[in-house]
């Protein structure tokens, strides 16, 4: 098996000439490169596709093991594109309950309205039956949503499970991966039928830029995803595409710091007495673990913990020297972010911490002394 890294750089690997120059994307038009060939093959315009798109689509559908990617502008442009191309009206679209809240939100505010059957469910409904009965009365054609895992929960969706029941019950499976990305989690490989994920997060991993993608299994989805990125436009710029595609290389090395650091560190925080819960799906104490063990190849950035009060979240982040607040994740930097102030319902004091690339030794030693100083207050 080819380790993470390699992947990453081979992915990556510029089929152009050595040195190749940032693409600045001209809008493809005539009359630069309209020629005698009107097959439509040739780059027409940007919008349709180009090289820069190309180059990183083909890293991305190497790295999930799809069949092809498409990038967009952000991880919710890659949520909403791909429901838009994937759901019909009258069909039920389900959306995690307890996942990403924006999606939530587009969901009842602009699918239902389309007459899509929108419903909510939380990692445990994929797993407790609760699906199965909503794919029952859904009939064909529904479109479901997981996501895992779960931000900023981190429970786990059994996706070889919820893969099963789906293609049972004639139902699609798109799996957000924005938490695990494909280092981490390989969903299609795992049966589901798309990949959504944010990329902004720690595949790019600089907090630099915002990109999302979709990625599939079965070729004959993705003249769907063409139609649908093409006629709403929702694309990615060309600097942001070479910007992403350069930090992809650097991904592996960069993934597999921060899912060392977020284990020590959810260790730390287990023993730590100002601490009152620690959520990482790698702990074998946690509920997430024995699904999280059985499909995942590494856990992820993100650790939870819950301080008494939402002032003793402030002092830990001020005390903390290597702590950015934060509410993205995913970067070089470990940040962290009090999720009650974005209405998830967690407890005031809920941290969602996302471990950087620092020293473990050094983030341990400062996360420490951080939590000490709050203990004493
Ligand atoms: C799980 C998940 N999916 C999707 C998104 C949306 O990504 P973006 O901010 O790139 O639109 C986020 C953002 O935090 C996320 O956490």
Redesign the pocket.
């Known amino acids: 098996m080819t380790g993470d890294s390699t992947r990453c750089v081979k992915a990556v690997a510029y089929e152009g000439s050595p040195g190749s120059p940032l693409q600045q994307g001209p809008v493809f038009a005539a009359p630069y490169l309209l020629g005698e060939d009107e097959t439509g093959e040739a780059d027409t315009y940007a919008r349709a596709s180009n090289p820069g798109w190309r180059a990183l689509e083909s890293a991305l559908a190497s790295l999930e093991g799809a069949v092809a990617a498409r990038v967009v502008g952000?991880?919710?442009?890659a949520?909403t594109v791909a429901l838009r191309a994937f759901a019909r009206p009258g069909v039920t679209v389900v959306v995690p309950a307890d996942?990403?809240y924006?999606?939530r939100a587009y969901a009842q505010e602009y699918l239902a309205p389309l007459g899509m059957v929108v419903r909510e469910l939380s990692v445990a409904d994929f797993g407790d039956g609760t699906l199965r009965a909503v794919l029952e009365q859904a009939g064909e054609g529904a479109v479901v949503l997981a996501?895992t895992p779960s931000?900023p929960g981190l429970d786990t969706v059994d996706l070889r499970a919820t893969a099963e029941l789906c293609r049972a019950a004639g139902a699609l499976l798109l799996v957000?991966n924005?938490?695990a990305t494909p280092l981490g989690q390989l969903p299609l490989a795992l049966g589901a039928d798309v990949v959504v994920a944010?990329g902004?997060?720690s595949l790019s991993g600089h907090s630099d830029l915002?990109?999302?993608y979709v990625a599939v299994s079965d070729p004959a989805l993705v003249a769907r995803l063409d139609r649908e990125r093409l006629h709403s436009g929702t694309v990615l710029g060309p600097f942001e595409t070479w910007l992403a595609h350069r930090s992809l290389g650097t991904a592996g090395l960069r993934f597999g710091r921060q899912c060392t650091n977020a284990l020590a560190v959810a260790r730390m925080l287990g023993e730590h007495p100002a601490v009152a819960a620690v959520r990482y799906p790698g702990l074998e104490s946690d509920p997430s673990h024995p699904v999280a063990a059985a499909q995942m190849q590494r856990f992820g950035p993100l650790v939870t913990f819950v301080l008494p009060t939402r002032d003793d979240v402030h002092r830990f982040v001020k005390a903390a020297e290597l702590v950015v607040p934060a509410t993205?994740?995913g970067g070089i930097h470990t940040t962290a972010d009090r999720r009650a102030r974005w209405g998830d319902p967690v407890p005031e004091g809920f941290v969602r911490l996302s471990c950087g690339i620092e020293d473990t030794i050094d983030l341990l030693d400062d996360l420490r002394t951080a939590l000490d100083s709050v203990r004493r207050a």
Not at 74 to 77: E, L
């Open positions: 952000s991880g919710m442009s949520i996942g990403y924006q999606v996501e931000n957000d924005t938490t944010s902004t997060k915002l990109f999302g993205s994740f």
